[in-house]
């Protein structure tokens, strides 16, 4: 919910290219985003940069980079817990999360966040900014003004930064909507192992 007080909270953070998007330029397509685009938080990060897979940056420096990554239209996504191992900033032409999310007649019903974004319909313009920066495809133009697909908003927020009118805004899900992540990543894999059926 709040990228900024992810890294405020870390005290090694090491940056790694974008493994969807080499994956994807090496099979010949892909995109043109920024390779930058793995965190890794902790023992993460000490791993990645010992085996030669990333690079340490400050605070200052993640922050700075999650900017230039939000203004290219990447999905901030931290791994699904209170104290994440890592967050990666993914486009849905390359991401193997987003791709197969975005395949879904629901994507939102899929994803775990605590807002969906909303349009004022007296400041929207019709602009289209938001159509091109959604991921999920989940926003129309009709009659010149922006509508949202609820089932297909995921919350991320990429329509809200750049609105020129200021007609979109997050907005928060109902108390009883709300999701607290699991404190740790094994929480999370025991979590989902229940849903499944093996433990």
Known sequence: EDVMKIFDDQ??????????RTSAKKDGRGCDKPMDACFLFGSHASFYVDNGMGRYVTKEEAKEIARKNEAAALVMQPFNAQHTGGMCSCCGDCCGILRSLKKQESPAAAVKSNYYAEVDGDRCTGCETCLDRCQMEAIDIVEDKAII??????????????????AMRLVKKSENQQYVPPETGMETYIRIAQERGKI
């Open 11 to 20: 005290k090694k953070i090491a940056v790694a290219p974008c493994i969807c």
């Open 149 to 166: 697909n609820l089932n297909r908003c995921i919350g991320c927020g990429l329509c809200v930064s750049t609105c020129p009118s200021n």
